[in-house]
């Protein structure tokens, strides 16, 4: 079982509460001109997120209902091999309808998500990984619209930018260990050693958490060896 400590004293239900709620006052309040400009997302725009926000309802879902596998069937079915074309499969899905359109349904579906795993508690849930912690599921989830935030530039107040930093770092710790068990991952100081196999890279929250995500481009002062051994992608 991996080691959760970092994520001790956090509730990944507010958190999952929280970063919704940032995003859907963000495309509520999005002017139409800003719809279609680049996000970080390479070749998605701020729309396309939003389509992939709704998209990935559909596997959380699975998850809280145990159809985890009949949802990897009907994408294999779509034309999906892996999960890169899974995401484009479902971007280009909701890429025709009204931005309103998909907002609203996003915003209703993510609710009912937020809720089931409020109520499983510190259960199990269904995950591409077979059975899996609830609320560790819950903390990937609320990493995820965290990351989507940032890919469309989601302003962060100063009152939350410190502790939302945190937070994030901490999840960032947790998802590396969990991720890569052959790796070492020390935190002192503000910054984060990580150290493996191949690399080793020292860090600060901010590199951490984009590393983990992916979203070190080439413009890092991180190497492409470091930049690998910092994410938790597939």
Not at 121 to 129: A, C, L, Q, R
Not at 153 to 167: H, K, L, N, Q, S
Request: hydrophobic letters at 40%.
């Amino acid at each position: 079982m991996t080691d959760d400590s970092e994520l001790a004293g956090l509730d990944p239900f507010t958190l999952l509460d929280r970063e919704a709620a940032r995003l859907d006052h963000f495309y509520s309040s999005l002017p139409e001109d800003q719809w279609s400009r680049p996000s970080r997302c390479q070749g998605w725009s701020v729309r396309d997120v939003l389509g992939h926000l709704l998209a990935a309802e559909e596997y959380h879902q699975a998850c809280l209902t145990g159809q985890v596998q009949a949802f990897f069937g009907r994408m294999a079915e779509a034309g999906a091999t892996d999960l890169d074309s899974g995401n484009a499969l479902g971007v280009a899905e909701q890429a025709g309808r009204p931005a309103e359109e998909v907002l609203a349904e996003w915003r209703t579906t993510d609710a009912d998500t937020r809720r089931r795993f409020r109520e499983a508690g510190d259960g199990t849930v269904d995950t591409s990984v077979g059975q899996y912690p609830n609320p560790w599921q819950a903390f990937h989830v609320a990493m995820e619209l965290a990351t989507h935030a940032d890919d469309v530039d989601v302003p962060i107040t100063d009152d939350e930018r410190d502790a939302r930093r945190d937070w994030r770092a901490r999840v960032s710790r947790f998802a590396l260990v969990e991720t890569k068990p052959d790796v070492v991952v020390k935190a002192e100081g503000g910054r984060t050693h990580v150290a493996g196999p191949d690399a080793e890279a020292e860090v600060d929250d901010d590199e951490l958490i984009d590393g983990v995500a992916a979203r070190l481009g080439p413009d890092s002062r991180l190497d492409a060896a470091q930049r690998a051994l910092l994410s938790a992608m597939p």
